[in-house]
């Protein structure tokens, strides 16, 4: 085997058969010559040299370039096997193997996107360019093209041959008998990303170089991450057609105009063939994914598995017969069809502009006793803090731990009270959302304020002890956190556990002791404690 006289290396991320386009165009050889001899030095079968070239055919290249077999790897898709792909059971000496590769899907053996930008500086066409699920340049922040404006077709997209007619940044795909189209991919502009397809991107580069992704707060490995933002985007893509998915996101429209084209698009084998819209389902799965938590991120799922169909069959049959379910997509999609999370794709649906400041921690026992008490089939503070919750939720709150963290309240605290009230009793949607309309129309004041100004009292206790002289005398100095928690409690509407006479949440045991004390005031002392506080002023600011 000769070897060529003038010989290169392949740069780090170039594709192989833009190299060896390049290494023909350095020898004065026609790229047909490169492929006869790779044919010549008994390689066979060259249809997959872009993906797992035979182990001749690198033998081969080595031969006449000098350039070691795993360099000639690095510019192949085989790079990203175990990653982005799987190339289990593909042989590149036998076409038919390839059926067990498309049977996953997303992948083609030919053709490839491309960043004008990029070839414009270096003129090199980049193997990742290949994969579908590489969207945008996230050097330029623009979106990759894939189709050329003057053949309409894909780039690279000649089949029968694996090396275009010459080496540069023009299209080159044949139009017939002795003609090529010559538009300059380099020339054209491209649009600017959308930061969210960027941020995905990143993440998704991050993993093909064999990276830990954070997935639900947790680091995953990089095949799993990228599976499990594969199938979650086919999920969305069978969800996005239902009527009720019109305003989760704004490719539904596109994707639901692409599934028009074809009587039964299958999803899973065959990503939108507009990368913006298959870059735009990707960074919706890919945002879900990326939540700290679990229930972040089955509140942000809970709206598009609302809108699968409601029949006898089981809804999570609907949705397994669409798409993988892998381990995380499992978590994610049982925790979405839970009651508390149903509850708040309600409430996301009926949304008020009731501020936060107006909204109590716990909603006032007069006004739950009223509207709200029939929705429950337990008693205790939490059904009131679940009602308040509820209404942060209208406000606006993206998710429970939100609402708690709007309202003052460890965010922990609201997901398992939303957790623990919805799994219990299960109140109604409608009947619940009727109830939560009457108590905001009833509530008043700033409750904000209400705890600025009674956190300020427990700095001064000058009140308690004039209080205590004037109508209860010989109550004890280490009873003026009572003093304040009865305060908290009924005039700010806030949690036993949150008030500011505590140092820490108290125990089971002063709770008992704080419902003595107020088992033991008097009328007369009650009235007292509340014009107490009455006589307190907003601090001016």
Same mark, same amino acid.
């Given at each position: 085997?000769i070897?060529l006289?003038?010989? #290169?290396?392949?740069? $780090? ?8 386009? $390049?290494?023909?165009d350095?020898?004065?050889?026609p790229t047909?010559s490169?492929?006869?001899l ?14 797992r ?7 081969t ?9 795993? %360099?000639?790897?690095a510019g192949?898709? +085989?790079?990203? $096997? ?6 289990d059971?593909? @042989?590149?000496?036998r ?7 498309a ?14 930008s990029?070839?414009?500086? @270096? ?7 290949r ?9 330029h ?35 017939? $008998? ?6 300059d ?6 649009? &600017? ?9 990143? %993440?998704?580069?991050a +993993? ?8 639900l ?11 499990d ?25 596109d994707?639901?105009?692409?599934a028009?084209?074809?009587? %039964?698009?299958r999803w ?10 298959? #870059? ?6 890919? +945002?879900?994914l ?5 229930d972040?991120?089955? @509140? ?7 809108t699968?169909?409601?029949?006898? !069959? #089981? ?6 017969d ?16 839970a ?21 109590p ?24 803090l679940f009602?308040?919750?509820?209404? +942060?939720?209208?406000?606006?709150? =993206? ?22 009230? #919805? ?10 959302a ?5 108590? %905001? ?15 300020r ?7 308690f !002890? ?5 109508h ?35 125990? &089971? ?6 419902r ?11 009235? =007292?404690l509340?014009e ?10």
């Amino acid at each position: 085997m000769i070897r060529l006289p003038i010989r #290169s290396v392949p740069h $780090h991320g170039q594709a192989l058969t833009d190299w060896l386009e $390049h290494l023909a165009d350095d020898n004065g050889l026609p790229t047909a010559s490169i492929s006869s001899l790779l044919r010549d030095g008994g390689s066979g079968n060259s249809r997959f040299l872009a993906v797992r070239p035979t182990p001749l055919a690198s033998q081969t290249i080595t031969a006449l370039t000098g350039v070691p077999g795993a %360099r000639i790897r690095a510019g192949t898709l +085989a790079r990203f $096997h175990g990653t982005a792909l799987n190339l289990d059971g593909l @042989d590149p000496a036998r076409w038919s193997s390839w059926r067990t590769v498309a049977a996953r899907g997303w992948f083609r053996p030919r053709g490839t996107a491309a960043c004008p930008s990029c070839l414009a500086e @270096d003129g090199r066409w980049k193997v990742a360019w290949r994969l579908p699920t590489v969207t945008v340049c996230t050097r330029h922040r623009t979106y990759l093209l894939e189709e050329c404006p003057g053949c309409t077709r894909r780039l690279a997209d000649h089949p029968a041959t694996p090396l275009r007619r010459g080496a540069g940044t023009k299209c080159l795909n044949p139009l017939g $008998h002795r003609y090529w189209c010559d538009v300059d991919i380099a020339a054209l502009t491209m649009l &600017r990303a959308a930061d969210d397809d960027v941020r995905r991107q990143t %993440r998704h580069d991050a +993993a093909c170089d064999g990276s830990a992704i954070p997935v639900l707060g947790a680091p995953a490995s990089p095949d799993v991450y990228l599976a499990d933002v594969r199938h979650l985007a086919v999920l969305l893509l069978h969800l996005a057609p239902r009527p009720s998915a019109d305003d989760l996101a704004a490719w539904v429209a596109d994707a639901r105009m692409e599934a028009q084209t074809v009587e %039964r698009r299958r999803w899973h084998l065959a990503p939108p063939a507009d990368p913006r819209t298959r #870059s735009a389902v990707m960074s919706t799965a890919d +945002a879900i994914l990326s939540a700290p938590d679990i229930d972040t991120a089955a @509140d942000s799922l809970a709206p598009w598995i609302d809108t699968a169909p409601k029949g006898t !069959d #089981s809804r999570l049959g609907w949705l397994a017969d669409r798409t993988t379910m892998t381990p995380t997509l499992t978590c994610v999609t049982m925790a979405a069809l839970a009651p508390h999370q149903r509850i708040s794709t309600h409430l996301r649906r009926t949304s008020s502009h009731c501020p936060p400041s107006r909204i109590p921690q716990v909603i006032p026992k007069d006004l739950y006793d009223a509207y709200a008490r029939h929705l429950f089939t337990t008693r205790g503070e939490t059904n009131r803090l679940f009602m308040s919750l509820c209404l +942060a939720r209208q406000a606006g709150a =993206a998710t429970w731990a939100d609402a708690a963290g709007a309202l003052g309240v460890d965010p922990n605290l609201g997901t398992s009270a939303a957790r623990a009230v #919805s799994a219990r009793s299960r109140p109604g949607r409608q009947e619940l959302a009727a109830a939560l309309d009457q108590i %905001r129309r009833r509530l008043n004041g700033d409750y904000r304020d209400k705890e600025r100004r009674i956190g300020r009292m427990c700095q001064d206790r000058g009140w308690f !002890d004039l209080w205590v002289y004037d109508h209860r005398p010989g109550t004890l100095p280490s009873s003026f956190r009572y003093a304040v928690a009865h305060l908290w409690c009924q005039r700010a509407g806030g949690l036993l556990a949150t008030s500011p006479g505590w140092a820490a949440p108290p125990p &089971r045991s002063v709770r008992a002791l704080f419902r003595q004390f107020e088992t033991s005031l008097s009328q007369a002392a009650a009235t =007292a404690l509340d014009e107490t506080f009455s006589a307190t002023r907003t601090e001016k600011p």
